[in-house]
C-alpha cells in the first residue's frame, strides 16, 4: 500500500508580500543555525545563517531571527517573488558541526 | 567552482544488489556529510568525516550501510544488499570547519536518487 508521508506545514503568499517562515529548534545548546531553501529535484541550497550570539542577521530580501529564551528561529523573506517558491528547512548544529534539520515548510507564492 | 559532485543522479537497482553512490566534495572543504532524504523521515544525517575520519555514524540504519572516505577529494556510501525501505535521495554535503571549531554552511550536491525494486 501506499506510505504516508510527512504533511509539511505550507505558507501560500501573494507575489510582493512579505514571507514569515517560522522553526522551533529543539537543543538549547545549539550554536549555530542555517536556513536552507530546497527546490524541487535539487539538493537545499544555502540561504542565511545565524550563531546564538546573535538575535538578528540580514542579508538581501531575508531576514533571520533567533529567539534563545523560546528556541524559535524564523526567515523573513521581503517582496516575495515566484522564484522564492520552494521547501524551507531550518537546521541547528548540536554539536560537532552535526546538523538536524526540521521537517520543512513549503512556500507557495501566488502571482 | 564546481560544487558538491554527486554521481550517478540516478540508480534503479533490485533487492539484494549492491548500489554504491559517489561524491566528490567542494575542494578545500575538510568536513563531508551524507544524508538520506524521504517522506516519511525528511532529511537525516547518516554519517559524517572531518579530515577523512569518521566522526559520527550513529545515523547509519543498520550494518548493511558503510561509508568511506579515502582521501579529501571522493567518497562513497555503500549499501549491500540492498532493500525497497533503502529507496530515497542520498545527498552529500561538504563545508568547512574552521581552526577555532567554528562551522560554517554546508553545501550540498544534487543527490542521488535510488530506488529499490
Known amino acids: 500500500g501506499e506510505s504516508v508521508g510527512l504533511h509539511l506545514p505550507t505558507l501560500s503568499v501573494q507575489e510582493g508580500d512579505n514571507s514569515i517562515i517560522n522553526c522551533a529548534y529543539s537543543?538549547?545548546?545549539?550554536?549555530?543555525f542555517i536556513w536552507y531553501k530546497q527546490e524541487s529535484g535539487k539538493g537545499p541550497q544555502f540561504i542565511i545563517d545565524i550563531r546564538s550570539n546573535m538575535d538578528k542577521r540580514q542579508g538581501q530580501r531575508v531576514t533571520v531571527l533567533l529567539n534563545k529564551t523560546v528556541k524559535h528561529l524564523s526567515l523573513q523573506i521581503a517582496a516575495t517573488q515566484p522564484g522564492d517558491s520552494a521547501v524551507y528547512f531550518c537546521?541547528?548544529?548540536?554539536?560537532?558541526?552535526?546538523?538536524?534539520f526540521g521537517q520543512g515548510t513549503e512556500l507557495s507564492v501566488k502571482p | 567552482d564546481a560544487g558538491v559532485i554527486q554521481s550517478p543522479r540516478h540508480e534503479v537497482t533490485e533487492m539484494g544488489q549492491e548500489v554504491t553512490l559517489r561524491c566528490k566534495p567542494i575542494?578545500?572543504?575538510?568536513?563531508l556529510f551524507w544524508y538520506r532524504q524521504t517522506m516519511m523521515r525528511g532529511l537525516e544525517l547518516l554519517i559524517y568525516?572531518?579530515?577523512?575520519?569518521?566522526?559520527?555514524d550513529s545515523g547509519m540504519p543498520e550494518d548493511r550501510f558503510s561509508a568511506k572516505m579515502p582521501n579529501a577529494s571522493f567518497s562513497t556510501l555503500k549499501i549491500q544488499p540492498s532493500e525497497p525501505r533503502d529507496s530515497a535521495v542520498y545527498f552529500c554535503a561538504s563545508s568547512l570547519v574552521g581552526l577555532a571549531g567554528l562551522y560554517n554552511e554546508q553545501f550540498f550536491g544534487p543527490g542521488t536518487r535510488l530506488t529499490v525494486l
Open positions: 568525516f572531518n579530515n577523512n575520519v569518521p566522526i559520527d
Open positions: 537543543n538549547s545548546a545549539s550554536d549555530y
Open positions: 575542494s578545500g572543504h575538510n568536513s
Open positions: 537546521a541547528e548544529n548540536i554539536g560537532g558541526g552535526k546538523l538536524i
